[in-house]
């Protein structure tokens, strides 16, 4: 089974520049999750969607940062303008969506895009 | 905030079972323990959950205090590759919940 897929791996940008990430979820999967990553911390949601509309947006800082996932597959997540202090791993992650009772709704993650804002 | 308290780091030696402990005093009646692992460069990896009794799989075994405010995970036999951030994380476990991840635990196994 292929796993979450993002890209690019790397980016590095100079701030107030914009850059965007691309997430592909597992498929079948309806949840997906873009996660910030800042060094020397645990993950931090930014947003959750529910196939294609949001579930939750309440961390995303929107005066910078949106997100959309069309037709409720493949997602991609903007900076625009990007600072200083957004240097860090942004991960997707995608779940089935339901736990079934049993409180097993796995979270499957991609190896995350490193961004570098100079 | 995250709702759980772990070391800060740990180290294990190679081949001894690793014990990484976590505490969960506000946990709610319907809130699921559960452990992910990130090893360097990499997403979380999902490792096992659980509610109130002690579960195992192939990856390592949970253990749950009776009153269910900490908990234990445990590897029995930690590798090199075992070598990883470790978090505890409390949630719902219904429908589409949220991870909200602290710090963890840095587990290093030592040759």
């Known amino acids: 089974e292929a796993g979450v897929a993002q890209s690019p791996r790397y980016k590095i940008i100079e701030k107030r520049q914009s850059v965007a990430f691309w997430c592909n979820p597992i498929?079948?999967?309806?949840?997906l999750y873009w996660y910030q990553q800042i060094l020397g911390q645990g993950p931090k949601l930014l947003i959750q969607?529910?196939?294609?509309?949001?579930?939750?947006d309440s961390q995303l800082p929107k005066d910078r940062f949106s997100a959309e996932r069309l037709k409720g597959v493949d997602s991609t997540l903007k900076i625009q303008p990007a600072k200083l202090e957004d240097s860090a791993v942004y991960l997707c992650?995608?779940?089935?969506?339901?736990?079934?009772?049993?409180?097993?709704?796995?979270?499957?993650f991609g190896p995350g895009t490193r961004l570098t804002v100079l | 905030d995250a709702k759980t308290t772990q070391p800060t780091s740990m180290d294990c030696a190679e081949g001894r079972a690793a014990n990484l402990p976590c505490n969960h005093s506000t946990i709610s009646g319907n809130e699921y323990v559960y452990w992910y692992r990130q090893i360097h460069s990499q997403g979380p990896q999902y490792i096992i959950h659980g509610l109130k009794n002690n579960e195992t799989n192939e990856m390592a075994s949970l253990i749950i205090t009776e009153d269910r405010k900490s908990s234990t995970l445990i590897l029995p036999h930690a590798t090199l590759r075992d070598t990883a951030v470790y978090y505890c994380i409390v949630a719902p476990g219904a429908g589409s919940y949220q991870l909200t991840f602290g710090k963890g635990t840095k587990l290093s196994v030592i040759p």
């Open positions: 969607f529910q196939n294609n509309g949001v579930v939750d």
């Open positions: 498929s079948g999967h309806a949840t």
């Open positions: 992650a995608s779940s089935l969506g339901f736990s079934g009772g049993g409180g097993n709704n796995e979270q499957f």
